[in-house]
């Protein structure tokens, strides 16, 4: 529909280029958001724990660390959350090129809160609800792999499935309608979800006396730097992309978007 759906091969490199660089953007400043959320809130959970596990160690127990744990709380936290929300708003920036061209008359704002309400859920609270974060003095050395291995498997099962609830979906529209063909794929991931979270095997690994609030406030506050990541990221991007896409086109560019 001329006017209303923004087609992506039609949009020349350099729209692309500059939604893109938003992306980088928005990934950046909720990169900084998250930190600010973890290093108040997760940061002392993990204190915590890290005084359970030192008073529960054997005797000449060292955690032979390279760097303080006023790097690690600061400098490390924040390096590590700010460039992996980065990498991320690059990626949120291609799928909402690449959805965007399919999406009709959704306009920008919207495709862009949708697709983080989507990623966070597929991505960050599925997967967690199957494997769960946990503080240091949890788990063992030699399960570490296994755990990791596991968590990404969620992980990419996660994906796929939203992925394939997605296409299932569009491809109901014109026999159910919007809503209803919404609703099976919503259906179907979910499905999904449950029959992988049995097949799947448990891992549980939490030692005796491990503060149960602790465990909790942990795992809350891990959850929760996720979500200000990924609603910062689709709050930023919406506004700072609605701009891009509304401006007036050049001769011979595809027609932008309206909201």
Known sequence: MPGTCWASPATDDGMEKRIIARGLLAGAIGGLVAFLFARTF????????????????????????????GVQANIGMGFGVVFFAVAIGALFAVVFVVAHGRSGGVGPRTMSMLLAAG???????VPALKYPPNPPAIGHEETIRDRTGLYLLMLALSVALAIGAVWLGRRLVPRLGGWSATLVGASAYVLGVAVVMLVLPDVTE???????DLLYDFRLYSLGTQLVMWTTIGVVFASLTRRVLTEQPAEGRAPSLTP
Do not use: K, M, Y
């Not at 990623?119 to 609270?125: E, S, T």
């Open 119 to 125: 990623a966070f859920g597929c991505v960050a609270l």
């Open 42 to 69: 997760v940061e002392p959970a993990i204190a915590r724990a890290i005084e359970f596990e030192d008073a529960h160690s054997a005797p000449g127990h060292e955690h032979g660390e390279l760097f303080t744990r």
């Open 206 to 212: 939490t030692p005796d006396g491990f503060p149960a």
